[in-house]
């Protein structure tokens, strides 16, 4: 097991709505630091599995940070979703679960900024932290969109209309009833969000939902830095595999990419690519300033930093979740595998840590 993993007691289970369940957890002692998180950000949670022996899986933070409550997740049952209904059926206070700290960067950058909010069916967890969050900490005003198949399925919705009673300035909350006024259409969306054009958007839903409120928000013309889309990928690899899985996972890397046979080996880039010495690395994390002149070409960014004793997020590894994503400022890195970065997040400078190795011989780089 990694020495970043926790076994986190369960001291409470809500029943939402049929369906969807928040699960509570507590930090046990000395881990407070570890599991300190900001409104939007997720868990990886550990799921027996009789196939693979563990289920990795992300579920979002519904719980606010800012007022002293319990870590609280809210997970909904898919049809086929084998580790959500697991969670559903099985866990109950008392019990224990085995995690990762918090990750994520589907997150407000300042929780005084009017802000945009687009949530479908269980899309609502992270967007529920924001608003939490923001009403208890911050100043600007929050508009909700929050569609749902039918009025059984809105998860929170006493809490949404307190909310809303309670911060009547601030909080609006509109509720789209598939069953009421059928799906939403690209233009309704737009017209709808065209009267907050200045507002910071969050985006999190299905992904045609998602797919069609970041299309109306484009059309809009939304800065890409106002425009957030939180994406989940089910994770193929075991982030809570023990310490020698984990150094044999990573010399089968290494051999990979200096094998000129192996089939990744276009995806891994040419010689060319590379350095032909150690690389000059600069990080922003955390408000520290973090410079190293020895990043070896071929050596992940993630893998490099954790050998400087920089503890720096990620949550899956393997390129498939965006826990430890950064912003490029100076030089340019290669992924060796992106499941989860689109071309626009790339023409922004973002990057995988986990899976950035450099091109050029210096590289600055800050985390969100």
Known sequence: MTDESFELKVVDVVEETTDAYSISFEVPPGAEEQF?????QFLTLA?????????????????????????????????????????????????TVR???????????????????????????????????????????IVLFYANRDERSVIFAPELSRLAAEHPDRLQVVHWLES????????????????YATYDAFVCGPAPFM????????????????????KF??????????LHDQEVAEHEIEDAEHDPDDADEALLGVEGDRPQGPVKLEVELDGEQYVFDDWAPG??????????????????????????????????????????????????????????????????????
């Open 233 to 242: 990928i089910s994770l193929g690899g075991n982030p809570f595999g023990d």
């Open 47 to 95: 799921v027996p599995s009789d196939r693979t022996g563990v289920a990795a899986r992300c579920y979002s933070l519904s719980s606010s940070p800012g007022d002293g409550g319990p870590l609280t997740i809210t997970v909904k049952r898919t049809a086929d979703g084998y580790a959500s209904n697991w969670l559903c059926d099985h866990v109950r206070e008392g019990d």
């Open 180 to 195: 009421v006024q059928g799906l939403p259409t690209q233009e309704q969306l737009k017209a709808f969000a065209s009267a």
């Open 36 to 40: 300190a998180y900001k409104p939007g």
């Open 299 to 368: 050596t992940k960014l993630l893998e490099h930093l954790e050998s400087k004793g920089v503890k720096a997020p990620y949550s899956c590894r393997e390129g498939e979740c965006s826990a430890c994503a950064v912003r490029l400022l100076e030089g340019e890195v290669k992924m060796l595998h992106n499941d989860v970065l689109d071309d626009e997040d790339i023409a922004e400078g973002i990057r995988l840590g986990c899976q950035a190795v450099p091109v050029t011989d210096t590289v600055k780089v800050t985390y969100h």
């Open 99 to 141: 995690m990762l700290p918090p990750s994520g960067i589907f997150t407000p950058a300042s929780l005084d900024a009017d802000l945009l909010l687009f949530a479908g069916g269980s899309g609502i967890t992270p967007v529920m932290s924001i608003t939490r969050t923001a009403l208890r900490q911050g100043g600007g005003r």
């Open 211 to 230: 797919k069609l409120a970041v299309a109306a928000l484009k059309e809009l013309e939304f800065p890409r830095g106002r425009r957030h889309q939180e």
